[in-house]
């Protein structure tokens, strides 16, 4: 899924030169079938893979990325060889553990009324999350962030993060870790889907299973305490600067 680094133009990889000369032409190839947009859907077995751009909306693919949406997850919903769908996306539906990026949350309301939704898989703020936004559904809607390969163990970042779920708040399962140094392994059976964080030196230190009934079942947590915030006193701080970053409230998405 390509997202804001593969669309910065020349000033890091290339922008939109780089999505028409190499990742369309690549992922034609491993589909087996012309790909003229950023967004595409395929199917294995019984999962229902759906993948979403995040940038270069100035070509208008984002109205065309809208129209298609809705139409292909009715379509696999109604597929009854299709047990899961799976959403992989650059940006996430909302927040957790940051105040920003959460560009996608303009699906939300869609995405949520089809029960066959496995799992929204993201990236883009850096940490490793899992939450489920308990929505009305039986199942609610679980969203899996992986984040950069970092150079330590997973550390729980809970107790000092910011904490903003999209409302209303009420929290299924949730767990929020640091970069560490590895990646998520997921595995569909027909009524449970597994999530395995694998690490690069062996083992898995994060494991956990979502039912079909909404349940989730930890497997392995790591029980790596968060370092705590250094005390400062005011009269050790000589100047301060403060930044301001623009936010949306969730309830002004239309």
């Not at 390509?2 to 589909?31: A, C, K, M, Q």
């Not at 769908?85 to 009324?113: D, M, Q, T």
């Not at 609610?140 to 962030?145: A, I, R």
């Not at 790596?224 to 006193?233: C, G, I, L």
């Amino acid at each position: 899924s390509p997202g804001n680094h593969d669309w910065y133009g020349d000033t890091w990889f290339g922008g939109r030169r780089n999505i028409e000369e190499v990742f369309l032409p690549f992922t034609s190839r491993e589909l087996g079938r012309p790909l003229s947009k950023p967004f595409y859907d395929f199917q294995w077995r019984h999962a229902r893979f759906l993948f979403l751009n995040h940038y270069g909306f100035d070509s208008g693919w984002d109205l065309e990325q809208a129209k298609w949406l809705p139409l292909t997850l009715a379509r696999a919903q109604r597929d009854p060889d299709v047990r899961h769908i799976f959403l992989c996306a650059h940006p996430g539906l909302w927040n957790l553990n940051y105040f920003r990026f959460n560009e996608h949350a303009v699906y939300r309301s869609l995405i949520k009324r089809f029960p066959k939704v496995s799992a929204y898989l993201c990236g883009h703020n850096h940490f490793n999350t899992t939450s489920v936004w308990q929505t009305g559904l039986r199942r609610g809607l679980m969203q899996v962030s992986s984040g950069p390969m970092g150079d330590g163990r997973l550390l729980p970042l809970g107790q000092t993060k910011l904490q903003l779920n999209p409302p209303p708040a009420r929290r299924g399962y949730q767990r929020c870790f640091g970069p560490g140094r590895g990646y998520f392994v997921i595995t569909a059976g027909a009524n449970s889907v597994r999530f395995d964080y694998e690490d690069l030196g062996g083992g898995r230190p994060w494991s956990f299973e979502r039912h079909a009934s909404g349940r989730v079942v930890e497997l392995a947590s790591p029980e790596v305490q968060a370092p705590k915030p250094e005390k400062m006193s005011r009269d050790a701080i000589a100047s301060a600067r403060l930044y301001l970053f623009p936010y949306t409230p969730d309830s002004r998405w239309p």
